[in-house]
């Protein structure tokens, strides 16, 4: 309650910090007035998804400083990711800049100057620079900032308080060089909730840094070298909610006294860190605690029963995965932890006869995962688990022995039996899995299907047959009699698929598939009808393949539905908007990683997604992916190249930086 109270109270601060969206946004009108807003040289402007803020991108432009002429005063995001500026001038003071992005430049501090203007200020990433020295009062007139993003600078050694930013709710210094925090570190940011300090140095904790953050409720601190940290260093943290404590060297910690004061813990990871055994009475008083992950560790004499077992009568989920136990699990390792949903065993070698005794304990559970557990038949125990929605069994050397064994998960949902060194399955696998929605058979040399494997299957929407060796596509006679399935997604990946040359790749009985994985198929060609009987696609990736000139895609003639396609990393040099004139609902097209020659199809393609589909995020690559707090935040860049005749010019291009520097007559 009290957690749901502060982010309602923060959600109203921000409303009174910003105000109702003026008549100037609400419209759609220009800083100008005359149908035009004010945007730099260098930079592309923009509304954002609901034509409602403007968007200033000068990402990757090459740029020293920021293009202060120009700007519009109405800015909302000013997008200056993959620059080469080493120095902020001060803000105009009428700005009303919400978002401020400089990830990956060329920044060595951050002074008080820079920011006194920036009022309305909510959001600021510095990630990726060269930041050694912040004024501790460099944001001390910014009174709405909650996020700031600072990670991957390499600051200098940091004597009494970091920040004078009470607003503070979000504070990123992961991999900084931090080596120590000193008692007043976050003396005046104590309202922050979230605080990630992971991959940094710190080699032990003393107490004092998190005593003034009595708010805070998740907490990383992964991969810092740790050895040690203090029993007092969590005496006042009993909201924290979150602690993730992965890939440190924590095998000497005094776990109860550490773990003692959060009482509120719900989620722990400890997750890589050296352990090989915890006490009985560590978790004794994380009563609270749901989510324990201990993978990756060389548990190999656990006591599950008395540190598990015992304890956490609230756990939901358990990761144990790769944590080489040795002793085999007795039948009272879980008679207690009754409410478990989801247990993770992958990579434990496990006997089919202990995990029977064991799962009849587990009547809850929804999710199972034994991947590569070195199980050459499956425990005897599916009866009990009437909940068990999910299952995972991939990486075993199975047989078809253990079939039958699989018949009584009737709720089963999602059935990964992937990599199983499996030749044949019988058409009788699946006769009692009519819940079944997802089932993956990959890396088992299949070649063909058996007639009737699929008949029982009747709510089947997911299927993958991932390089499984199959030459054909799928026979219409693995569904039977049905003359229609209800498969929506499927996977063919990596198979030598021989597609026919005339006439659909697929049965009619899958003309409701909207989703296809086609990727890694050595195709060089498909002929216009070859999907004329799966219509209803919306997604279809037909990545790293061999298919080259615009006569190769008039299959999208036939795919009026199409919203995702993916034509990364084949042998496209060229390609214009007409293809794609039949797809009218296309939200993305993938065409990175093709060699493209850069000329004035460059610019047809971004004038269409720019102008006629009214979002330039339609071309996978032409804009970073997500602004969102934590994000990566440069672009998975489209590219060309010149002409090899051409002279004077550097090889690659980006698509953006090829339309600013172009003479191509552009679409006004």
């Known amino acids: ?23 100037y946004n609400e419209f759609g009108l220009s800083d100008s007035g005359n149908g035009e807003y004010d945007c730099p040289e260098d930079c592309h402007c923009h509304r954002d998804s609901v034509r409602i803020s403007l968007v200033t991108d000068c990402s990757e432009s090459n740029l020293t400083g920021v293009p202060h002429d120009g700007l519009s005063r109405n800015v909302y995001l000013l997008d200056m990711n993959g620059n080469n500026v080493e120095h902020l001038a001060p803000f105009p003071p009428d700005i009303k800049l919400r978002s401020f992005q400089i990830a990956h430049n060329r920044l060595t501090e951050l002074a008080y100057d820079s920011f006194a203007n920036l009022t309305y200020l909510l959001d600021a990433d510095f990630s990726y620079n060269r930041i050694t020295k912040v004024d501790p009062e460099a944001f001390r007139d910014c009174p709405g900032l909650i996020n700031l993003e600072l990670q991957h600078n390499p600051l200098s050694e940091i004597q009494g308080p970091f920040l004078n930013c009470r607003p ?85 910690l005094n776990w109860n006294a550490v773990l003692t004061p959060l009482v509120r813990l719900e989620y722990l990871n400890l997750r890589k860190t050296k352990i090989t055994n915890l006490p009985g009475d560590a978790f004794a008083k994380n009563r609270y605690l749901t989510r324990l992950v201990l993978a990756d560790n060389e548990l190999h004499h656990l006591d599950v029963e008395s540190t598990l077992g015992h304890n956490l009568h609230n756990l939901q989920s358990l990761d144990l995965s790769n944590c080489h136990l040795q002793d085999r699990l007795s039948e009272e390792a879980f008679r207690n932890a009754s409410n478990l949903r989801d247990l993770n065993l992958n990579g434990n070698p496990m006997f089919a006869a202990d995990l029977t005794v064991v799962l009849q304990h587990l009547p809850e559970l929804h999710k199972l995962s034994l991947s590569n557990c070195k199980l050459r038949r499956l425990p005897e125990a599916f009866e009990n688990l009437e909940h068990l929605q999910e299952l995972d069994i991939s990486y075993n050397p199975l047989s078809d022995a253990f079939v039958h064994l699989l018949n009584p998960l ?6 990964d039996m992937s990599y199983c060194n499996l030749g044949h399955v019988g058409n009788n696998t699946f006769t009692l899995m009519t819940s079944l929605k997802k089932l993956i058979m990959s890396g088992n040399m299949l070649h063909s299907l058996e007639e009737g494997l699929f008949t029982q299957l009747t709510r089947l929407e997911s299927l993958e047959l991932n390089d499984c060796g199959l030459k054909h596509p799928i026979d219409p006679k693995v569904f039977g009699d049905r003359p229609y399935a209800n498969i929506i997604e ?40 070859v999907f004329s009987d799966t219509r209803n696609l919306t997604t279809l990736n037909l990545s790293n393949n061999k298919l080259t000139g615009a006569d190769n895609l008039t299959f999208l003639n ?81 590219s060309c190249s010149y002409d090899s005749k051409e002279t004077n010019r550097n090889l690659v291009r980006t698509w953006a930086k090829y339309i600013r520097e172009s003479q191509c007559h552009r679409s006004s």
């Open 168 to 252: 503070l709710k979000y504070l990123d210094l992961s991999a900084c060089g931090i080596r120590s925090l000193n008692s007043e570190f976050f003396q005046n940011t104590s309202n922050i909730i979230k605080l990630y300090l992971s991959n940094n140095p710190l080699g032990h904790i003393e107490p004092g840094p998190f005593d003034h953050l009595t708010n805070l409720e998740y907490l990383k601190l992964s991969n810092c070298s740790l050895t040690s940290i203090s029993p007092e260093v969590f005496r006042d943290s009993e909201n924290l909610r979150e602690l993730e404590l992965d890939e440190n060297d924590l095998r000497s």
């Open 490 to 529: 499927l996977k063919l990946s990596k198979n030598p698929l021989a597609v026919p040359k005339e006439g659909p790749l697929l049965p009619d009985q899958l003309s409701g598939v909207e989703i296809i994985d086609l990727s890694y198929c050595d195709i060089g060609r498909l002929h216009e009808d």
């Open 410 to 415: 009737k709720s089963l949902e999602y059935l």
């Open 1 to 23: 309650m009290a957690s749901a109270m502060a982010v309602l109270l923060m959600a109203l601060s921000i409303w009174l910090l910003i105000g109702p969206i003026s008549a």
């Open 558 to 638: 036939k795919l009026r539905q199409l919203e995702h396609l993916d034509l990364s990393n084949n042998s496209l040099s060229t390609i214009r908007p007409r293809v794609f004139h039949f797809n009218p609902r296309l939200l993305s097209v993938n065409l990175m990683g093709n060699p493209f020659v850069c000329n004035c199809s460059i610019a047809e393609m971004w004038d269409w997604a720019l102008k006629e589909k009214n979002d330039l995020d339609v071309l996978v690559g032409s804009q970073p992916s997500q602004y969102t707090t934590g994000a990566v935040k440069l672009r998975k860049t489209l």
